[in-house]
């Protein structure tokens, strides 16, 4: 499925539409794509994942939101598109993506060895996947970080708070699979909560403590 989302999103992209409306159209193949193939497919623990890590998705808005608007440390693209305060509209649903497929590795990793090995591969997949969103999606450009320290294309006080929200989501979803819609919407809003936190206070730590900036 991902192979085919790939293709499409690639299609997508060499359409001479703006950066904003190629990303809003990407996303939304993908968030209609993966609950559609997971029920004609019955892959039932593929629409559980998405119907957590959605709702999540939506609620990053504001995360983004803070981080543009109040630090000012990430800048989108302002190409025209309707944005929702200084966030584009792709970005509600765009974290899905991510998200889902942390869960989907961690949750592979579980069956075939351990719980244990399973928190260390939702580690390494979240620095990979979200490092490497970061070291590319500049050139579309998708967004980018500015006034910060940063390794190539990377903020480093970001590094750690991506971390905490991948494996943060990986243990709730863990532990909420079997309870009612609610409890997993408000996990959702905790997961942001903390990220939000967390991206605040290594943002403090590194660029004000450390760095003096």
Do not use: C
Request: glycine share 4%; proline share 5%; charged share 10%.
């Amino acid at each position: 499925m991902h192979i085919v989302f790939g293709i499409i999103a690639a299609l997508v992209l060499i359409t001479p539409l703006v950066i904003s409306a190629k990303l809003l159209v990407a996303v939304i193949v993908y968030n209609v794509m993966l609950p559609v193939w997971a029920k004609i497919r019955n892959h039932q623990e593929w629409l559980e994942i998405w119907l957590f890590v959605f709702p999540l998705s939506l609620l990053m808005l504001f995360p983004d939101w803070f981080l543009a608007s109040q630090l000012e440390v990430l800048v989108f693209p302002n190409d025209g598109f309707p944005m929702i305060g200084a966030v584009p509209i792709y970005m509600v649903g765009l974290w899905a993506i991510p998200l889902f497929l942390i869960i989907f590795i961690g949750l592979l990793v579980q069956k075939k060895k351990s719980q244990n090995i399973a928190y260390l591969s939702v580690i390494l997949a979240s620095l990979a996947i979200f490092g490497g969103s970061e070291e590319t999606l500049w050139m579309l450009p998708s967004w980018s970080a500015q006034n910060v320290a940063m390794i190539s294309h990377i903020a480093i006080y970001i590094i750690i708070p991506e971390i905490i929200l991948g494996l943060a989501t990986f243990i709730l979803f863990n532990t909420l699979r079997e309870r009612k819609w609610w409890e997993k919407v408000l996990s959702s809003f905790m997961i942001m909560i903390l990220y939000i936190g967390a991206a605040s206070f290594f943002y403090f730590i590194i660029e004000r403590v450390i760095l003096g900036a």
